[in-house]
């Protein structure tokens, strides 16, 4: 099996190629998809919305009415959106919502069984009040997601493997590197070498890679689309970390 072909079965289970290629059809399954995509992403929504100027309790039930809708008008049975992005599809579908242009759907359409996080606005307030528009805040919060989906994988892997007490050391410099008083202080504290820490430091950061990398991939089709989701993600992240 050639490259080509290796990456094209890579992406042909991942839940936005799903809807994507069950586009035009009335799948249950590309409405599934939808909706674990959109359970997933609530908060981009939400912030997008408290963004936009309202109140936690009106952008709670706007963002649920919003994702709710994802699978119940035609989005997954009508053609393929132009772009292969989740993302680029969602915050298409928060605009269209908001400024009146989607319709209500039919009455026998499936609903959406959604659960709204607790976090909501505590998230949006840590996160997003130097946002400087809706968009931002959208975006800013898409790459979050991602992230914190990660860093919970990541952790949840050095339970599993025993790992547990040099990944909290260490999580605070995934993103920067310790400096030399950080170093002692965690080499004191694992009883380590400070070549280990180097390497255990730089298989954490590489794991965290490959696993935003699998969290993107089910927001998209292509390996193109990924690389430039990935691109787009290390973009929002260098902006919160200058």
């Not at 290629?21 to 992403?41: F, K, N, V």
């Amino acid at each position: 099996m050639n490259s080509q072909s290796l990456s094209r079965d890579r992406f042909a289970n991942t839940r936005w190629s799903m809807v994507m290629h069950l586009a035009g059809t009335e799948s249950p399954a590309a409405r599934d998809a939808l909706g674990e995509l959109a359970q997933r992403y609530w908060h981009p929504v939400y912030a997008y919305v408290r963004r936009s100027g309202h109140s936690p309790a009106v952008a709670k039930e706007l963002t649920h009415t919003i994702l709710r809708r994802l699978s119940q008008d035609d989005a997954a049975r009508r053609p393929a959106p132009a772009s292969g992005h989740y993302r680029h599809f969602l915050l298409e579908r928060v605009r269209s919502y908001l400024a009146g242009e989607v319709a209500a759907p039919a009455a026998s359409a499936p609903v959406l069984e959604l659960e709204a996080p607790t976090d909501l606005e505590v998230r949006y307030l840590r996160d997003h009040l130097e946002s400087a528009t809706a968009e931002d805040a959208f975006q800013r919060s898409f790459a979050l997601v991602v992230l914190n989906r990660s860093l919970r994988r990541l952790r949840s892997e050095a339970d599993e493997t025993g790992h547990l007490e040099m990944y909290k050391a260490l999580e605070p410099y995934l993103a920067r590197d310790p400096g030399p008083i950080q170093c002692e202080r965690i080499i004191a504290q694992l009883h380590i070498r400070q070549m280990t820490l180097l390497m255990a430091l730089k298989r954490l950061r590489q794991r965290l890679r490959e696993l935003a990398a699998e969290e993107l991939s089910d927001t998209v089709s292509t390996a193109d689309e990924l690389s430039s989701e990935q691109d787009a993600l290390l973009a929002v992240l260098d902006a919160l970390n200058p």
